[in-house]
Each structure stands twice: as structure tokens, then as C-alpha cells.
């Protein structure tokens, strides 16, 4: 029986799958066979427990515009995960009423990979139990040049004008647009930095880096960094100077605004 938790409920969780090929080498298996536990044992699980606790948006970061530059026996690997997961994993979540997205540029993968992902996304539509986000040969660096591009197009061509150009407008040309920005980002894999993943959207997101490996990253561990979200408080650049006035202050803290009065 599943835990049920008393939590705040994010609207949108971000995930940076990170430690595959550390928890390959932890267990004496070739890189990319982290990757394959990745996609085949612990992704699906991590959605399920989010559709069980209303969460309505997860993005898993898959893969990096960086990963590009790994040896070519690696991104072989790769491609045979992803080809498999798109047969298989993903068929699944799309039977549990899971609507499959895709942010990044797709159009650099083996154009079999290209097409079954594109096919899956139209399949999926329509389902609305979960939208679940891939971010592949993402980077967001390259995100924010793509939507410059598109936007600087939109204003030559007239369907835009200089004027109208603002936050809501730039959103507009991004990959994540219809996305609401994530609430709480979850690193694994122990590193304490997010990479350039969703630099645009990330502004008020939570942050938690744990270091577990993503094979290990299971639904127990998924709930440990949303009971850590819920004891967040999120004041998104407002908040009340009030609710500070009549707290009592340590000693160094009090020391340290003590005013010199004149003689």
C-alpha cells in the first residue's frame, strides 16, 4: 500500500537524471547499461507516484546538448535505450493516460528515433492524467538562442510587433511553452548545480540535490524531496517585513545592527 502524504503538491516537479554511468561502474556494467535502468526500472515508478499525488506536470532531463560530444560507442548505446523506451516504457505511461512532450532539439537524433518520438507525442494528446516532458539534446543556453531566433523571425515577418516583445512574449517562443515553470527541481547523483537546465523557467523553483544515483532515484526517495518542497517557504521576491518584527534576534545578529549614538 502506497504512503499517503500531507504535503504542499507541486504543479510541476523538474528531474536531472544524473549518476547513470556512476551507478553503471558501482556495479560493473558497461555505461550504458545505467542508462538502460534509468529508462527501464525506476522512470515509470516516479511517474506512477506523481499521478497518485496530483501532480500534473514532471520533466525528466534524458539527455544533454553536451551528451552529443561522448564517444560514439556510448551514443550508440543510447540510442538503443531511447528506441526501446519509445516501444516499450513509453507505450506504458501512454495506457496510464500520460501525455508525452518533448522539449529540446529532437531533429538531431536518427531520424527512426525522430519519427517514433513525434508518433508518440500524437498519440498521447490527448491524455491528461500527467503531462510528462523529455528533455533531449536539451540545453539551455541553446533553448534560450533557439527562441531568440524564432522570436527576432516573428517580428521581421510582422506577426509581432517590437513593441508587444516582453517576459510573457519570449515564454511564448521557448520549448516549455504551455508548461507552467517548475516548482521544485531535483538533482540526484550528488552534484549541486543545475547544469543550465531551464535557466528561463527555474527563477523561483525550489532546489534539492540528494545523492542518490537516478537507478536508485525509487517513489520513497521522490516523496523524500516533496516533503522537503512542503517545508519551504516560497515568497517568490515579496513577502512581509511583519512577520520578522518581534522575533528575537541572536546576539551576533543583534550586535551587528547595533546603531553608535553620538555623545
Known amino acids: 500500500m502506497k504512503t499517503r502524504l ?9 528531474i536531472i537524471m544524473d549518476g547513470n554511468r556512476r551507478w553503471a561502474a558501482k556495479h560493473g556494467l558497461g555505461a550504458v547499461e545505467g ?3 534509468a529508462a527501464e526500472k525506476t522512470i515509470e515508478p516516479v511517474v506512477e507516484r506523481a499521478i497518485e499525488l496530483g501532480i500534473k506536470y514532471l520533466t525528466f532531463w534524458a539527455f544533454s546538448t553536451e551528451n552529443r560530444n561522448r564517444d560514439k560507442m556510448e551514443l550508440s548505446g543510447l540510442f538503443s535505450v531511447f528506441r526501446e523506451a519509445l516501444k516499450t516504457g513509453l507505450k506504458r505511461l501512454s ?3 500520460v501525455k508525452i512532450r518533448v522539449i529540446g532539439n529532437i531533429d538531431w537524433f536518427p531520424k527512426d528515433i525522430v519519427k517514433r518520438v513525434k508518433d508518440m507525442i500524437t498519440l498521447t494528446k490527448e491524455n491528461d492524467a500527467i503531462t510528462v516532458s523529455f528533455a533531449l539534446n536539451y540545453g539551455g543556453r541553446d533553448e534560450i538562442l533557439r527562441a531568440v531566433k524564432k522570436l527576432i523571425n516573428e517580428v521581421e515577418v510582422g506577426r509581432v510587433s517590437i513593441e508587444r516583445v516582453d517576459e510573457a512574449e519570449f515564454s511564448n517562443q521557448l520549448d516549455t511553452v504551455g508548461i507552467p515553470d517548475p516548482d521544485l527541481i531535483i538533482r540526484t547523483g550528488g552534484e549541486m548545480r543545475l547544469s543550465g537546465y531551464l535557466p528561463w523557467q527555474a527563477v523561483y523553483a525550489e532546489l ?9 532515484f525509487s517513489p520513497k526517495q521522490f516523496d523524500k524531496a516533496l516533503v522537503d ?11 512581509s517585513f511583519k512577520k520578522y518584527l518581534g522575533k528575537k534576534l541572536s546576539k551576533k545578529s543583534s550586535s551587528a545592527i547595533q546603531l553608535q549614538t553620538p555623545n
Do not use: N, Q
Open 95 to 97: 495506457e496510464k493516460g
Open 6 to 14: 500531507h504535503i504542499k503538491t507541486p504543479t510541476h516537479v523538474a
Open 208 to 216: 534539492y540535490f540528494t545523492k542518490v544515483l537516478f537507478p536508485d
Open 229 to 239: 518542497f512542503s517545508k519551504r517557504d516560497r515568497r517568490f521576491g515579496k513577502g
Open 35 to 37: 542508462h538502460r535502468v
